[in-house]
């Protein structure tokens, strides 16, 4: 860290921090705050030089518990070493809330106290964003023929009046192509067939070039400082050849960072549809005909006719692998087969090793055509050939759905030391079967492609470790494979002892008891949410326990119940923020998505109510063979993966019950493992330092 570097910075943020105070009524200065402010711009002004291994010491991993002002000090931060180092900022962030928070609340206020320089923008992928061509089209669902049949006949009735209506609105100036700014929303299959992608796009040999909604927003975006995006847009960007972000000239923030590494997971997992992949064969050898046709003489045309017979031979063998698939009785009850080990049957490895050959020298073919009908340079002023260029956007989603089919194939054939997860599923409700592969977890690839190639990077969130310990989040994400990385933890500026109670009832059944701790949990929760007369949240891990208990509370009791998915989110919470104005009891119920991100202050949460610990079984077919390659090493999953993924949920939940430092809450839980298995104590020790209890007699108010 340069010395100078660090002073100048600092003046930075103590010259913003001040205004704040003298500016802002309600803020608070908090001691947390300081603290978590030094350990990120200690960590952006380490950033290394592209030509520095990464050691690690531009890494950091910090906790910052609610109430902290986290949001405030990465913000501040980072624009002061962003200042100092001449160097972008990348706040990535999980949800879209924490998006629209950042971009229409928390940046702006700050851009007004610091001036000119403070600039910020939104970074979207292109497939975010409508391509204008596409949209010209009378028939994009018909032309584009690539979707499943069932997604083409739910899309059909209405999407023609939708595309009709976005053109208009485009063509008006009344929309802006951004497909988040569509009030009314737009439909996953209509989107695909109109979206912007990369390899169909044509740059500015694109006759809609200029009026382009994807290049028009990354140009007013070049200019800016901060930029706010989200996980998988920052994870593929990093990992792919994109100009998009320069890595080594940008100092990045992960907020909601526990999410990383299953973002990470999602991100590299492959999935191909057969259905899907048959329909982009026969697009390919359909087009690519008209293609030698527009371009005679092309050193590559003269293949086509060869290598015809070969992709019809691929849909052949695709077909076959539809029928069997279809009929295979050895897929579980979600319709999942999964190779044990990564391990395929030989009549499986002689089937996609022969795919795999025909589906290569058919992608290799369209890329050729590809390139040639868009040229090398995309950047080139003078505009296609409107025939040309409509020959290309037909060829471009079948050769992307080749390539990654062929991708897929390379890595069924792929037995490393750590083998990936390997998989088909079929949907019962669509029949659409799928072929999947997943690496295990994200650690490889984000050691590889993120954590060497930034210029500084400060992971953070409420939730970072699992039970007291950042060591689940290390390995996950491959952050522990460089040494110097930081790890810190912010204290809460809240008084737990005295603004919180855990309360653990005394029960005879344990939730393996079934039906008979669901009944003993009905009788539990009866009386306790009679003790409490304003606000309520009951967390369940499963709907069924939900609805079974709701079914069963007395009728005046359930009066005062709102349940999760029978109202939109927005309409659940201003009721319940309106009963509770109006000196009404309101208790939500409900189940994951709402143990985390949901501010219920004061009385809105007096009583957070968790019917058991939050264990996520390793069910996913990635979880399973995750858990299946540590009994492999003779680890155990359960310890390592289970209890400490259920200690994070658990930290999230109880989190619900205190958001301000005027707050009381009891969080009571209704599983006596937490006392009676050593497991339960080790997730004891990881929550906040409440006082534990057996026995309510009041509300802590």
Known sequence: MNPRQAEEARAVVDKLYRAIQQQWPEFEAREGQRHMIGAVLDTMLNARTKATPCDGANLALIEAPTGTGKTLSYLLAAYAASVVLDKKVIVSTATVALQEQLHSKDLPRLAALAGADFTFDLLKGRQRYVCRRKLDRTDPLEDEGLFDQDEQRSAAGSSERLVRELHEQLQSGRWSGDRDEWAQGVDDATWRSIEADRHSCQGRKCSAFKDCAFYTARKRAEGARIHVANHALVLTTLSTESNLIDPGNTLFVFDEGHHLAQVGVERFTTEVSLAGLLRACERARTVLPKAARAMPGAPWSAQVEATGPLVREAEQTIARLLVDLDEDPSADKRG??????????????????HLGALLASGHGLCEQAMEALTGRDTDASQPMDPKVQQIAMELAPAANRIASAAMLCRQWLTHDRVALAKWFVRDEASGRISLCASPLTAARALAEHVWPEVGAAVVTSATLTACGEFAMFQRLSGINRFP???????????????????????????????????????????????????GQLALFTSRRQMEAIYEGLPEALRARVLVQGRQSRGSLLDEHRRRIRAGQGSILFGLQSFGEGLDLPGALCEHVLIDKIPFAPPDSPVDEALAEWLASQQR?????????????TLAQWIGRGIRTTTDRAVITICDKRLRSQSYGQRLLRGLPPMPVVTSLSAPLG
């Not at 999942?336 to 090793?353: D, H, Y």
């Not at 110097?484 to 919180?500: L, N």
């Not at 999953?637 to 400490?644: G, H, I, K, R």
């Open 336 to 353: 999942v087969v999964r190779f044990a080990e990564g391990k395929l049957p030989a009549s499986w490895q002689q089937t996609i090793e």
């Open 484 to 534: 110097e990385h930081a790890t810190v933890v912010v204290e809460s500026p809240f008084d737990y002892k005295r603004q919180g109670r855990i309360h653990i009832p005394p029960m005879r059944t344990t939730p393996k008891d079934g039906q008979a701790y669901t009944a003993e949990l009905l009788g539990l929760v009866v009386p306790m949410f009679e003790v409490f007369s304003r």
């Open 636 to 648: 155990d999953a359960f310890d390592e993966l289970t209890v400490p993924r259920a200690g994070v």
